[in-house]
């Protein structure tokens, strides 16, 4: 390896470019380094120069300019290049490892399934994320998550072959939150809920005989979005009613309902009646002036409102959803708001960052308005510590691009309550059948858990006019499982 001493421009402003030639499997992993150091990819004139060689071992050569940063062989993984890529980079411009080391993935609870079928699991995930230098409260959420989740993820691809979550897309909002990068579009005052929820349902119908004939059975049934309960009432109990006659329904069966503007006694009335066991009500924060600034077309005491007549019926667990790091928000604001909801005690409650793209018109919008990183890991630090005070636990963890500092999302659950869905969505150990606009389909293909996917439009104009042409792509993509992966 290079010695540090000849690294150039080392702690001073250097040009962020790249370019990189190696296997295609790396090009994820390189990428996202990369964007952690603040390179842009740029072919023609780039500044550092990446190449990776697979044989038996690996090979790394990094450049910067004219200089040498970077010349390493007999690395003996793919991680081992990463985590030397990631030392040439940070010598060249100054920027330490953060809380996570040298994990790069929006999901690093993947990290630890190649440890979940060992009986000294937790001994050797801590090896592992010592080696990987991730902090010790990192460490410590990761390994909490983990013994949780083991239950819960395959380890073997055989074991899941015939089991699908199912996702159903509603990618539409009755109005736009100012923080949302999401391609869901607000519902227009005119819009064709006919045609929308004809799609639907047909969509619907063709996944239930795609399952029968299949012999796939349903780990887990989820609507999201958008706003899935922006369906006009008479709409959504259509739709409800189709899914309880064509999927065989599982134990688990969520709607997300996000936006209390967006739920009335009709919505959850056709809930109860079709089978719906798990509702999302998601606040986000429960002061009327931030829910105003951050356009939330809905007050704290609506949320209060909702949630008391969702307690009336008879679901098996409530999320709720709220945001650290909102335009003027503040710490007491983060207290206030987990005192409230650990004293309404739903049996999920799942606690987002802030993620804003840094240079988007919303993120100068706010410019000023954003709590600063600290105040922001103080609102995440403390309201992690409260919630396991109160007796919940984190059950799922993930990282998001533009994410504040090094925070992450922590889905949190009373015992018992863990939502199969949200596990299943970060572990990418099972098959997606996904209906509806923006949906997405993936089918598992060999024993590393890859997978092969097909992707429906979120542009709800172009799946109703192209709905078959996608729902053969889906029907091709799943036949490819009749030869795959069973336990014989
Ligand atoms: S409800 Fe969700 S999807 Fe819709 S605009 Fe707000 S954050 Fe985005």
Redesign the pocket.
């Known amino acids: 390896m290079i010695a540090a001493a000849n690294v150039p421009n080392a702690r001073s402003v250097i040009e962020r470019t790249f370019s990189w030639t190696g296997p295609l499997s790396c090009h994820s992993m390189v990428a996202q380094i990369m964007l952690r150091y603040g390179f842009r990819r740029e072919e023609a004139a780039p500044y550092v120069r990446v190449a990776l060689t697979e044989g038996d071992t690996w090979t790394l050569r990094v450049t910067a300019g004219d200089a040498v940063i970077a010349a390493a062989t007999a690395l003996t993984s793919r991680a081992a290049a990463g985590r030397a890529l990631q030392d040439a980079l940070g010598r060249l411009t100054g920027q330490k490892l953060g809380a996570w080391g040298y994990l790069i993935g929006m999901r690093p609870t993947k990290v630890l399934h190649p440890f979940f079928a060992q009986d000294d699991y937790a001994q050797a995930a801590e090896r592992f994320l010592r080696d990987a230098r991730v902090a010790p409260a990192e460490r410590q959420l990761l390994q909490e998550v983990g013994a949780l989740q083991r239950e819960y993820v395959a380890t073997d691809w055989r074991d899941v072959a015939r089991k699908v979550a199912v996702y159903i897309g509603i990618p539409l ?1 009755p109005s ?2 100012s ?2 990068s ?1 391609p ?1 579009r607000i519902a227009a005052p005119d819009e064709d809920w006919e045609r929308l929820t004809a799609d639907l349902c047909r969509d619907v119908e063709r996944a239930g005989a795609l399952m029968r004939r299949h012999g796939l059975t349903a780990d887990s049934v989820y609507y999201g ?3 899935p309960t922006v369906l006009p009432a008479p709409y959504f109990a259509r739709l409800l009613h189709t899914v309880a006659d064509a999927l065989p329904l599982p134990e688990e069966y969520t709607v997300e309902a ?2 209390p503007d967006t739920i009335d006694a009709a919505k959850l009335q056709a809930m109860v009646r079709y089978g719906v066991t798990r509702i999302s009500i998601n606040p986000q924060t429960l002061q009327d002036e931030l829910l105003a600034r951050i356009h939330r077309a809905h007050s704290a005491a609506d949320v209060g409102r909702i949630y008391q007549a969702v307690r009336a019926l008879p679901f098996q667990s409530v999320n709720m959803d709220l945001i650290a790091g909102l335009p003027g928000q503040t710490v007491e604001d983060m207290r206030a708001n987990i005192r409230t909801l650990t004293a309404w005690r739903p049996e999920n409650i799942t606690v987002h960052t802030l993620a804003l793209k840094r240079h988007s018109p919303l993120a100068a919008a706010s410019a000023g308005e954003l709590p600063s990183a600290a105040a922001t890991a103080q609102m995440q630090r403390e309201a992690g510590e409260t919630l396991r005070a109160a007796g919940y636990l984190p059950y799922y963890v993930y990282r998001q691009k533009y994410m504040t500092a090094d925070l992450a999302n922590v889905g949190y659950t009373l015992p018992g309550y863990i939502c199969r869905y949200n596990i299943q969505m970060i572990a990418e150990r099972m098959h997606i059948l996904g209906i509806g606009p923006g949906a997405t389909n993936k089918v598992l293909k060999n024993e590393a858990f890859q997978f092969a996917r097909c992707y429906f439009p979120w542009d709800a104009d172009v799946y109703h006019r192209r709905q078959e042409e996608y729902l053969r792509q889906r029907d091709e993509l799943f036949a490819g499982l009749a030869s795959k992966g069973e336990r014989v």
């Open positions: 909002c736009h939150c923080y949302c999401f869901a979005g958008g706003t996000g936006r």
